[in-house]
């Protein structure tokens, strides 16, 4: 079972979304009830929403590039470690996760706004569990493993 600490840095995210953690919390639950992977396992992360200005700053201390950018993902655990853990482990933290609000797009359609912002918390989500998409054959899992995850949540 995933369950996502939101936490929310840049008060204008409610301007688009009135309550962050209600709304992930629905979201996760969706995709908790139609993931058939990890029901033993109760797996934590940290979704913090940012502005611009935070996502640069972290991007830069963290990776090295002065530049802001849409989504962050920091996981705690090597893909290869994590499978080992889910293994043995009963609570597995898995990592953080930064949004951007400026870099969501469609801020005046809501229903699309939510919609690309799902993509990206999901994204940031997949990285997490130890997928990347630095050569064409892991983009393409790494892609087919959102498209599975954002149809649980619809």
């Not at 995210?13 to 919390?25: A, H, L, M, Q, V």
Request: charged content about 30%.
């Amino acid at each position: 079972m995933i369950k996502i600490n939101v936490i929310t840095n840049n008060i204008r995210w409610t301007n688009f979304i009135k309550n962050p953690t209600n709304y992930i919390s629905r979201r996760v639950k969706k995709l908790n009830s139609k993931n058939k992977n990890n029901k033993k396992n109760e797996i934590f992360c940290t979704l913090l929403l940012s502005g611009s200005q935070k996502i640069k700053s972290l991007n830069k201390k963290f990776r090295r590039k002065n530049r802001t950018t849409d989504v962050l993902s920091f996981p705690f655990h090597s893909a290869k470690k994590l499978t080992k853990i889910l293994k043995k482990e009963k609570e597995i933290y898995l990592g953080d996760i930064i949004i951007n609000l400026d870099q969501v797009g469609y801020k005046k359609n809501l229903k699309l706004f939510k919609s690309q912002f799902d993509k990206l918390w999901v994204h940031g989500l997949v990285h997490l569990f130890g997928y990347d998409h630095k050569n064409k054959e892991d983009f393409k899992e790494m892609s087919s493993e959102e498209k599975k995850y954002l149809k649980y949540i619809k």
